[in-house]
């Protein structure tokens, strides 16, 4: 299953803010908050049932960090 948004692209506030989204609804207000633009396919993935919001929190906590 794809990533919703690119690590790279997060600043480093933001990747501290991602680790405490609880659910797919979190990470869609910290995208709309943060001003990051997610694409059709990313909001349709998030939003539609088919995101693994742990999996990717502890991949994205795996992912080396720049």
Do not use: H
Request: charge should be negative.
């Amino acid at each position: 299953m794809g990533c919703p948004m690119n690590y790279s692209d997060l600043t480093e506030r933001q990747q501290e803010m991602l680790k405490d989204c609880a659910t797919p609804e979190d990470l869609l207000e910290l995208a709309k908050d943060e001003g990051v633009e997610l694409t059709d396919d990313q909001l349709e993935l998030v939003s539609g049932g088919r995101f693994d919001l742990a999996k990717w929190i502890d991949d994205f906590s795996r992912a080396p960090q720049m």
